[in-house]
């Protein structure tokens, strides 16, 4: 059974900073493409970033570029995201999923999703 547990959501100021990570088990980790999403209240479900299983590059939506970075531990099973510069329009309930497609930038090109943690920052 796959299980993906995010963690690291919280409450913090506009300019600070937060981790997420997401702990998978059940597949192959290494041989995932592994992406964040995320989704306001009233907002489609929005994808935020994404690091390729084969060569770890990454690719990040315009809105935050240059603030967050997502990276992988194969090791440990992990993907992070780590989030600095933040702004109360970041807030959002961020999820963590695993694509088998090495190029993976739309929900529908995921098929394991975590539960979701909350991140508010407020202004």
């Known amino acids: 059974q796959v299980q993906l547990v995010e963690s690291g959501g919280g409450l913090v100021q506009a300019g600070g900073s937060l981790r997420l990570s997401c702990a998978a088990s059940?597949?192959?980790?290494?041989?995932?493409?592994m992406g964040w999403f995320r989704q306001s209240p009233g907002k489609e479900r929005e994808f935020v970033a994404t690091?390729?299983?084969?060569?770890?590059?990454?690719y990040y939506t315009d809105s935050v570029k240059g603030r967050f970075t997502i990276s992988r531990d194969n090791a440990k099973n992990t993907v992070y995201l780590q989030m600095n510069s933040l702004k109360p329009e970041d807030t959002a309930v961020y999820y963590c999923?695993?694509?088998?497609?090495?190029?993976?930038?739309?929900?529908?090109?995921?098929?394991?999703w975590g539960q979701g943690t909350q991140v508010t920052v407020s202004s």
């Open positions: 999923a695993a694509s088998r497609y090495l190029v993976a930038g739309t929900a529908s090109t995921y098929r394991y």
């Open positions: 059940g597949l192959i980790f290494s041989t995932y493409t």
């Open positions: 690091i390729r299983w084969s060569d770890s590059h990454t």
